[in-house]
Nanobody
Framework: QVYLVESGGGLVQAGGSLRLSCAAP???????????MAWYRQAPGKERELVAS???????NYAVSVKDRFTISKDNRKRTMYLQMNNLKPEDTGVYYC??????????WGQGTQVTVSS
């Protein structure tokens, strides 16, 4: 398992921006770079859904609902992944979770960070 720590959530008005961070301070570089990293979110009463993912080499994938508004990136040297969220909407409200996946370690999850978008 990989120890993951999210930060950057908060309360913002619709149309605003937030940047989430996910740090893996104890991970060795190869563990961080070789895995698939992703952001998920879970709204009250709903299932957890994939928001965005990034793989070794930098290829990214986004949910249709956030495409062109959110940007996922990572800094391998800092062992940190980011999610830049622009033009936030009330339906983006939820707990955002950082995920690391690899064949050898399986899935690792952070504790989650709350994002609340007011209308």
């Amino acid at each position: 398992q990989v120890y993951l720590v999210e930060s950057g959530g908060g309360l913002v008005q619709a149309g605003g921006s937030l940047r989430l961070s996910c740090a893996a301070p104890r991970a060795i570089l190869s563990t961080f770079t070789d895995g698939i990293m992703a952001w998920y979110r879970q709204a009250p009463g709903k299932e957890r859904e994939l928001v965005a993912s990034i793989i070794h080499g930098g290829s990214t994938n986004y949910a249709v609902s956030v495409k062109d508004r959110f940007t996922i990136s990572k800094d391998n040297r800092k062992r940190t992944m980011y999610l830049q969220m622009n033009n936030l909407k009330p339906e983006d409200t939820g707990v955002y979770y950082c995920n690391h996946h690899s064949q050898s370690l399986g899935d690792s999850w952070g504790q989650g960070t709350q994002v609340t978008v007011s209308s």
